[in-house]
């Protein structure tokens, strides 16, 4: 414990004035460097979540939280199956679905595309709020009508627009195990924007009684996909699923089906810590340099302290208290510029775009063209109490040399 000697000597000796402005210089440095370090790290983690947020959202718009799909192929049953995952606990909506691989051509362009089977009424409580559908609905979608919704990108490429005639080559499983290709026309009914080029570019969707009646199946279900309340505990209701439906069904979710995708950012994240802790380092380094020099300035100080009494755990406190005082000021001028800057990005960023006269994320590269800021106070607590530890460990060194200064040789010639 601190007695009220250390903490005024340890604060007498921050406000007074040194013999050299160098040690007074190094002192402001290591102060400005640690509240820079805090800050960038809370801006930088605070993009990264943004990002992490918004390539969620846009993934989700075309898929959904999680899925369940029958261990034997398509199922017969999924009207009941739909029914059971409606009835989990957390779960929001659930809607039959089936994928196929195949090729789509619209005049002399062929290219690959993932046609995805759906059941209009059931998509749309889904994911009719999330999907972005520029032109069209939904409820384009009738059974017998042969009506296709492309995907922007997908779409331009094959130049195909609305009332347009495109042809889908779609590979039919025989009895033998061997694949017979199918060519079905549809009509161009509807264009949508995931945000996405794995979507975008890739993606159709058609009626599932279509895939059925050209697959020659009773149904051509694969899977029920399912959202939930929360997107963040769509791994639980999964597991819960699977539990509850046995082996006969198979359960994921989107942290699997995404998986690389939020690894990689994770992997950014952990990396541009590491990086932008070695400000913080240096700034701590900086601490410890100036504080050997203020034990250099202030060893006659030291010495008369120790001949008064002051024990060399008291000496330590006083510099413990010094050393701290600077670290713990940086890191409360680092969170408060940290945060404030953190929630501000999506207003300072086009003010400083203004400014420079250049766009940091233009449209015609990136899907994104503004810089999302999610800060979670998670992170804002794990980078205060770190840097706060870093610091007040830079002041064990300079406190513990202080101590060991010999009063005896320290007043001698004084």
């Known amino acids: 414990m601190l007695n009220p000697v250390e903490l005024f000597v340890g604060m007498r ?57 029958a261990s034997e192929g398509p199922t017969e049953r999924w009207r009941s199956l739909v029914d059971e995952v409606q009835g989990e606990p957390g779960v929001k909506a659930a809607a039959p679905f089936v994928q196929m691989e195949g090729m789509i051509q619209s005049g002399r ?22 999907m972005n559908l520029i032109e069209g609905s939904l409820d384009v979608l009738q059974p017998g009508e042969r009506s296709i919704i492309l995907g922007r990108i997908l779409a331009y490429d094959i130049g195909a627009r609305i009332g347009d005639s495109v042809v889908l080559l779609i590979p039919k499983p025989r009895g033998d195990g061997t694949m017979e290709p199918v060519l079905e026309r549809f009509i161009t009914r509807g264009i949508f924007e995931a945000g996405l080029q794995d979507h975008d570019g890739v993606l159709a969707l058609v009626h599932a009684e279509d895939v059925a009646e050209i697959l020659g199946q009773d149904t051509a279900v694969t899977s029920v996909r399912f959202s939930t309340d929360n997107v963040l505990e769509a791994p639980a209701v999964a597991q819960s699923l699977q539990e509850k439906l046995g082996s006969d069904y198979k359960t994921s979710d989107w942290t699997v089906e995404n998986g690389s995708y939020f690894r990689a950012i ?21 601490i410890v340099a100036s504080l050997v020099m203020v034990v250099t300035d202030k060893t006659t100080d030291i010495a008369v302290l120790r001949t008064l009494g002051m024990s060399p755990q008291g000496v330590v406190k006083v510099f413990f208290v010094q050393g701290a005082l600077i670290g713990w000021a940086g890191v409360a001028i680092g969170v408060a510029l940290g945060v404030l800057l953190a929630v501000n990005v999506p207003t300072v960023v086009p003010v400083l775009e203004q400014l420079l006269g250049f766009q940091i994320m233009p449209g015609d590269v990136y899907y994104v063209t503004r810089i999302p800021s999610d800060p979670e106070m998670q992170d804002i607590l794990i980078i205060a109490v770190s840097a706060f530890v870093l610091t007040s460990l830079a002041t064990l060194y300079p406190a513990r040399r202080a101590a060991l200064v010999n009063p005896a040789a320290a007043l001698r010639y004084e």
């Open 109 to 130: 362009e062929l290219v690959a595309v993932i046609v995805h089977g759906v059941v209009p009424d059931y998509e749309r409580e889904l994911s009719g709020e999330r």
């Open 266 to 286: 994770r992997l950014e994240k952990m990396m541009m810590s590491l990086i932008l802790s070695l400000i913080i380092g240096v700034a701590a380094f900086n």
């Open 13 to 69: 000796y921050l406000r007074a004035k040194r013999r050299t402005r160098f040690v007074s210089f190094i002192t402001l440095i290591s102060l400005l460097g640690i509240s820079l370090g805090v800050a960038a790290l809370i801006v930088i983690l605070s993009v990264m979540n943004g990002f992490e947020g918004e390539l969620r959202d846009r993934l989700l718009s075309m898929s959904a939280h999680g899925s369940v799909t």
